[in-house]
Each structure stands twice: as structure tokens, then as C-alpha cells.
């Protein structure tokens, strides 16, 4: 079993900062990509931004310059630093990783979501 648990959200003011980490756990034999996808109320669930085991990184639009998403592949864990943070980027956040368990068994794994919540 395999679990992703999320921590670093809350309450920031527009403009502000925070850092998400989503740390995996359980029996892990690696991991490929990992990332970050969020959900605000009304809307869909969208990405925010992908990192693979090597380091390439991918963001939606809405994230480029403002988001750095990275990892600690020693720790199984990834992180999302945000910055100028805006009212619409409110939503909760969810961490996903592609986890090996085995060498040829692989399926993805969702945290269990971290509230972000920008308002003055």
C-alpha cells in the first residue's frame, strides 16, 4: 500500500507565499512523475504542474512564473512553491504520484488534498 500525504496549505493574502510538500510513503520500488493538480469549487479538476524522476518540468499555463514545482527523489517527496499567489488560484490541492511497486506494477496515487485558500 502506498499513501501521498499532503501538508503546507491555509490561509494567505494575495500576493503572498506558501510552499506545499507531499511526502510518499509504503511499498515504493520508485517513482516516475509526480505533480500537482487542484480543484476549486465550480470548476474541473486542472494541473498545476508535473516534475519526472529526472527533473523535467511541466506547468498549465496559469502556473508558469509564479509556481515551482520540485522533488526529493531520496525522500519520495515533491513540493510546490507558490508565489504572487492569487484569489483564483483558491482551490484544493491534490499531490499525484506514478508509483512503482514492483518492477513492472505501476499505477497512480492521490493525496488526500490540501486547502489554499487567497483572500485579504
Known amino acids: 500500500q502506498v499513501q501521498l500525504v499532503e501538508s503546507g496549505g491555509g490561509l494567505v493574502q494575495p500576493g503572498g507565499s506558501l510552499r506545499l510538500s507531499c511526502a510518499a510513503s509504503?511499498?515504493?520500488?520508485?517513482?516516475?512523475?509526480m505533480g500537482w493538480y487542484r480543484h476549486a469549487p465550480g470548476k474541473e479538476r486542472e494541473l498545476v504542474a508535473t516534475?519526472?524522476?529526472?527533473?523535467?518540468?511541466n506547468y498549465a499555463d496559469s502556473a508558469k512564473g509564479r509556481f515551482t514545482i520540485s522533488r526529493d527523489n531520496a525522500k519520495n517527496t515533491v513540493y510546490l512553491q507558490m508565489n504572487s499567489l492569487k484569489p483564483e488560484d483558491t482551490a484544493v490541492y491534490y499531490c499525484?504520484?506514478?508509483?512503482?511497486?514492483?518492477?513492472?506494477?505501476?499505477?497512480?496515487?492521490w493525496g488526500q488534498g490540501t486547502q489554499v485558500t487567497v483572500s485579504s
Open positions: 499525484n504520484a506514478h508509483v512503482y511497486t514492483d518492477y513492472n506494477v505501476a499505477r497512480r496515487y
Open positions: 509504503g511499498s515504493i520500488f520508485s517513482i516516475s512523475t
Open positions: 516534475i519526472s524522476s529526472s527533473g523535467v518540468t
